[in-house]
């Protein structure tokens, strides 16, 4: 049989990845399986944003910010996997059995579930030969800003993501068409009204219905699009575009028949502020886990992870400390400060 861990971690978003790193602090063997091939979650379609409500942190992008949750969750050295969908869980007395897409096994005494809504994948544009424009100037998110200088950019879509690109590129950008499907655009009335004060140009009842290429095939060039009521098709030379027009969120897990957990909503799992579920050895946090008084932001994720942990630590260690001792206090990190003391304050030579 394979290593068999204290605790697996089901998901590499915000929730995911502070439980790594609480769960090390609280001294648990721990493994974390993410099914993309990168950690951040739903932080990592929005790199470019400024994050301002996580408590005693300035401001920072969202890219940054997922770089510095991975740093803190690899303190205690998790095995971390990552490109590993799991598909399948299964008691097996007094251990869960973890079967991935790839046909492997994992082990483990307990399990935290940090899928959020699930795997999420944009919904993508279904014109021809699209799919070879993803590499070059289609877009589903914004990575960096920087590409969009002087640029003439038309975004797809009329909800509150596409309005918001809208007023943080039109600074940036040379011209920026937001072109929406539908008679009136479902994102919040005073974004729009920003929108248009910045000068984006706001064309309803319209679709993209042709992308056509430069000389050499490697980059959009035109777009045609339709107005669904006047039937008129325009031409449109752009050197961006982003398709904004919302995620499909796939179910991430299965679980064996022995294993029930009430659901909220057909996916949230009803649970307990500490991180419990009605299926002993099963805990959750962050977004997929649903009790009274639940705080559906990163400074919730982080508490749920730190009760999620606590109450897996009890749960194996029954005579433990019900919480982890504060980092000023901790022998754990005694060393590492000692470290970065020591580095702050070096001698600079001259």
């Known amino acids: 049989m394979q290593n068999i861990y204290d605790v697996t971690i089901i998901g590499g978003g915000p929730a995911g ?3 790594a790193f609480y769960s090390g602090l609280r001294g648990l063997k721990t493994k974390l399986i993410e099914s993309q091939q990168e950690l951040g979650g739903k932080v990592l379609l929005y790199p470019e944003k400024l994050i301002w409500d996580v408590g005693g942190h300035p401001p920072v992008l969202g890219g940054q910010f997922v770089k ?5 969750a690899k303190v205690f050295d998790p095995t971390i996997l990552t490109g590993t969908k799991v598909d399948f869980v299964e008691r097996q007395d007094d251990l869960f059995i ?3 897409a790839d046909g492997s096994l994992h082990y483990s005494k307990t399990i935290l579930l940090a899928v959020g809504g699930g795997i999420i994948n944009p919904q993508k544009l279904t014109l021809e030969g699209a799919e070879k424009y993803e590499m070059a100037n289609l877009h589903y998110t914004v990575q960096s800003y920087q ?8 975004i797809s879509g009329g909800g509150n993501a596409a309005i918001d690109w809208a007023v943080e590129l039109s600074p940036l950008a040379k011209s920026i068409t937001v072109i929406y499907r539908k008679e009136k655009l479902s994102a919040h009335e005073a974004t729009i009204q920003e929108a248009i004060n910045a000068g984006v140009k706001i064309e309803c009842n319209t679709t993209i219905t042709k992308l056509i290429s ?18 008129e098709s325009i031409v449109r030379p752009i050197d961006e575009v982003i398709v904004s027009h919302g995620y499909n969120y796939e179910a991430s897990l299965e679980f064996d028949q022995a294993i029930a957990i009430p659901k909220k909503d057909d996916y949230y799992f009803e649970g307990k502020a500490t991180g419990e579920t009605a299926q002993p050895g099963i805990f959750a946090a962050g977004d997929i886990l649903s009790f ?6 990163l400074i919730g994720t982080f508490q749920d992870a730190a009760n999620a942990v606590n109450s897996i630590k009890t749960y194996l260690e029954p005579d ?3 919480y982890g001792m504060v980092s000023s206090h901790n022998d754990l990190f005694k060393e590492k400060n000692r470290a970065i003391i020591e580095e702050r304050f070096a001698p600079v030579e001259n």
Do not use: M, W
Request: hydrophobic share 40%.
């Open 17 to 19: 990845l502070y439980s």
């Open 292 to 297: 009274e008084g639940k705080v559906n932001l």
């Open 214 to 231: 430069n000389a050499d095939k490697t980059a959009i060039q035109f777009v045609t699009c339709e107005n669904a009521i006047t039937k």
């Open 320 to 322: 433990a400390y019900r």
């Open 147 to 154: 590409r969009f200088v002087n640029k003439d950019i038309i």
């Open 68 to 72: 510095q949750l991975v740093e803190q």
């Open 98 to 100: 973890i079967h991935t």
